[in-house]
């Protein structure tokens, strides 16, 4: 009988965060390591230290760069991550990923350019992808939430596949816990493939598992603005929308004006509608994912219960089937006296 526990493939973990993770990264992060459960060939806190911008300066209890510091300190002290890998924002290196991902036509347009029109990163995603030591490549944000049953390996599983199926560009757990139905709210759409996962054509940042030089053919990614023109990024984000579709009209040429240029997301997605690449969801419920869309009060108040119940596997059926975390929906469960944490 062979009883060897089959080779895991080596695999770099890098966690992109930012000043706005401060309030829940000491939870979160350390949640994310159990869940994954994994021999990951490196644990990488990836420090964004640009000046936050757009709707990311409005965010709710925003750390100071003194106190991101701290927590990421923190991480490394308690084993939980290895080290801290601050974004590297010289122009000869921006210059070179961009020429690599998106095209030395459309690389020269973008070089200001390192951010979204919300203060997302664009460029620090792929300074991340490029910088990792292995081959096969894990990103999370900072404030996901991971279940993975005991004796279940999604990135294993996640490999695996991709090394079968040559048309997958990143791979992720299922997005949402199960439905007792079996019913996928959260995609528009989706194909289920026999093989075992569910085949999208569009991207999510906020978890991926690529093999790097797989991911590099998807270049050149179209490059895409968000709203012509730019003084309007510039006000606070509720009055962006109205602002934009004002400008547009006063303004006497048409065509694309550069200036805020789109999520990484929506530019990745367009790539892969482009070609015969895709997005893999897995379809097995034993490891599932859940993203806060607000992080309100309310909501970093529960996160330690939350990742409790989580990591338990237990859901309230109102979440089931959806990837954005329905916070009333868990509250309600929290405040059940019978459910014991």
Not at 77 to 94: E, L, N, S
Not at 110 to 127: D, E, I
Not at 142 to 170: C, E, K, R
Not at 314 to 319: A, G, I, N, S, V
Request: glycine share 4%.
């Amino acid at each position: 009988m062979n009883t060897h526990k089959p080779i895991q493939p080596p695999v770099s973990l890098w966690i992109l965060v930012a000043r706005t993770d401060v309030p829940y990264m000491l939870h979160t992060i350390p949640h994310l390591i159990r869940s994954c459960n994994y021999p990951f060939v490196e644990r990488v806190l990836a420090m964004d230290t640009a000046p936050l911008i757009g709707e990311k300066r409005y965010r709710y209890d925003t750390g100071s760069q003194e106190q991101l510091d701290q927590a990421c300190q923190t991480l490394i002290d308690q084993g939980i991550m290895d080290r801290v890998a601050k974004i590297d924002y010289h122009p000869d290196r921006i210059k070179t990923i961009y020429e690599k991902y998106f095209g030395s036509e459309q690389a020269p347009k973008m070089l200001t350019h390192t951010h979204n029109w919300k203060g997302s990163t664009v460029y620090a995603s792929l300074y991340c992808i490029e910088a990792a030591k292995s081959d096969y490549y894990l990103h999370f944000d900072a404030d996901m939430f991971l279940h993975q049953d005991p004796g279940y390996d999604w990135i294993t599983q996640g490999i695996n596949l991709m090394n079968s199926v040559p048309t997958i560009a990143t791979i992720r757990p299922l997005c949402g816990p199960p439905h007792p139905e079996g019913k996928i709210i959260h995609a528009p759409t989706f194909l289920k493939d026999e093989r075992g996962f569910y085949s999208h054509k569009f991207f999510s940042m906020r978890a991926y598992l690529v093999d790097r030089k797989r991911f590099a053919q998807l270049s050149p990614i179209p490059l895409m603005w968000k709203f012509p023109p730019l003084w309007s990024r510039y006000l606070p984000q509720p009055l962006q929308w109205l602002a934009a579709k004002v400008e547009r009209k006063l303004r006497r040429t048409k065509g694309g004006v550069q200036g805020a240029i789109e999520s990484f997301e929506p530019m990745t997605s367009r790539r892969l509608a482009d070609t015969d690449f895709i997005r893999a969801n897995l379809s097995s419920t034993h490891a599932w994912t859940i993203h806060p869309p607000k992080h309100t009060a309310e909501f970093i108040q529960v996160v330690p219960q939350l990742i409790k119940l989580i990591e338990q596997g237990t859901y309230p059926l109102e979440q089931a089937g959806y990837y954005d975390l329905i916070l009333e929906a868990w509250q309600e469960l929290l405040n059940n006296k019978s459910i014991l944490l």
